[in-house]
């Protein structure tokens, strides 16, 4: 009979020996690579198509999340109804996504029903014709949005901070305005699919309870397209000469959007898994120091929280938190004086175990369940890191100094280096 007294023994998740399960890797005959992860209890299944389709290929602004966007809204045989009612008669999940460098087209359905489900999705991929209908009510609706969400600072914050960061012409510094949903037509939409979608490189991440006859369709489906590498060079970044700004967004407004960021490499750098474990004392969770200091000491803000952004290129270190229009300028200052203690005396053993056994507990939570595991080969593989990238940052979690840590907030979180935006 069990103990029902004596409470069980807590475990530090810092001792936790952390193992990813390995996906099965295997390409088509047309060379796609395939990522499968076969796991779970369920007779459930998630397919992803990721193209190198993002906004850092296109030639003209919203060209790229357009044309995703649209995918699903009709082919030569079938209207965006038709669609939709075919994937809803399955009880199958069909969503599309645009981000910077990579689009995708992601299947959540039955694994009995893979048959009938995929070749719908390579007719989108093939033989979608983006209608001029669709694409009209699409930038109708999309200009309606953006009129409203420009009325909030923490939207206005989030486009400027990134201007300022990478410069306004580069992927990750571009922003939509109402001309530019004006400027979209048709024709450049069809190019661009054309060479990024039917033309165009391609991966697959599959999860899930996996049938085992899953290569042979995914082959006979996907095999045979064409899977060119259209991708563009990296971009140089040109970020702003001044540091700080003040913008008046609503002058009724009672609360500020506040954006400290500075540039920082990509997860190859060295120094990145490091910073990740100082970025989680600083910020990263909700018993960092700046959520004790700011929220919980002072009362400023509901939140706030730092990270690094998910970036393949480059990437910048933010802080970012709503606060009172009148006390803004205190609540910078508050960050910056954490920055200082962080650069000037060591992080004591106890603080130091708890963010360990926070970021361990949330790696530990990322692996819970196969479509959970596949994101995690899928960040590796878009990153172009091995697979000892999950183990060398486990290792780095649980064994890095409290010294390490101080010499790197001193090298990195030096106030000067900070773009510092307020928005009200």
């Known amino acids: 009979m069990p103990d029902r007294k004596t ?9 936790f020996d952390l193992k990813l399960k390995q996906a099965d890797r295997y390409t088509l005959r047309n060379g796609v690579e395939v990522y499968a992860v076969n796991a779970g209890a369920e007779e459930v299944l998630s397919i992803e198509w990721v193209f190198f389709a993002g906004n850092w290929q ?17 082919t030569s ?17 069909l969503n599309r996504g645009c981000y910077n460098e990579t689009a995708t087209i992601t299947l959540h359905c039955l694994n009995k029903h893979v048959q009938e489900l995929l070749p719908v999705v390579k007719e989108l991929i093939t033989d979608s014709v983006l ?4 694409l009209d009510i699409y930038k109708q609706n999309m200009k309606q949005r953006l009129k409203v969400n420009l009325k909030k600072s923490d939207f206005v914050a989030g486009r400027l901070i990134d201007v300022y960061l990478f410069g306004e012409e580069h992927p990750y510094g571009k922003y939509s305005r109402a001309e530019d949903f004006d400027a979209l037509n048709r024709e450049q939409l069809l190019q661009f699919y ?3 979608y039917k033309q165009g490189k391609f991966i697959l991440f599959v999860a899930g309870k996996l049938p085992e006859s899953l290569p042979a369709i995914l082959d006979q489906h996907f095999g045979d397209l064409p899977n060119r590498d259209n991708t563009k060079p990296a971009i140089t970044a040109i970020p702003a000469l001044e540091k700080k700004y003040r913008v008046s967004n609503d002058v009724k407004g009672v609360q500020g959007s506040i954006r400290l960021a500075r540039p920082f490499p990509n997860r190859h ?17 909700f018993g960092s120091r700046l959520m004790s200091n700011i929220r919980e000491d ?5 939140g706030i929280h730092s990270y690094l952004q998910n970036h393949v290129h480059q990437s910048a270190w933010m802080i970012s938190t709503e606060a009172g229009k009148d006390v803004c300028e205190a609540a910078i200052a508050e960050v910056y ?3 200082q203690l962080l650069r000037e005396e060591l992080v004591d053993d106890e603080e130091l175990l708890l963010v360990r056994n926070y970021m361990i507990g949330s790696i530990l939570g990322d692996l819970d369940g196969p479509f959970q595991i596949i994101n995690r080969w899928k960040n590796l593989a878009l990153n172009n890191l091995k697979e000892n990238y999950f183990y060398d940052s486990i290792q780095t979690i649980k064994t890095i100094s409290a010294a390490e840590l101080q010499e790197l907030a001193n090298r990195y979180l030096q106030p000067e280096a900070f773009y510092e935006l307020v928005v009200i």
Do not use: C, W
Not at 7 to 15: G, H
Not at 298 to 302: A, D, E, I
């Open 7 to 15: 409470a069980p023994p807590i475990a530090d998740a810092v001792n």
């Open 58 to 74: 296109e030639e003209q602004n919203l060209v790229a999340a357009t044309t995703n966007f649209l995918l699903r809204n009709g």
């Open 77 to 93: 045989t079938k209207t965006a109804f038709q669609i939709n009612e075919h994937f809803e008669y399955y009880g199958a999940y």
């Open 131 to 134: 209608p001029q209908q669709e």
């Open 194 to 196: 054309e060479q990024y």
């Open 269 to 285: 750098h060295p120094d990145f898994m490091k910073v990740m474990v100082l970025n989680s004392l600083f910020g990263g969770f």
């Open 298 to 302: 002072k009362g400023y803000t509901y």
């Open 337 to 339: 004086k954490e920055m």
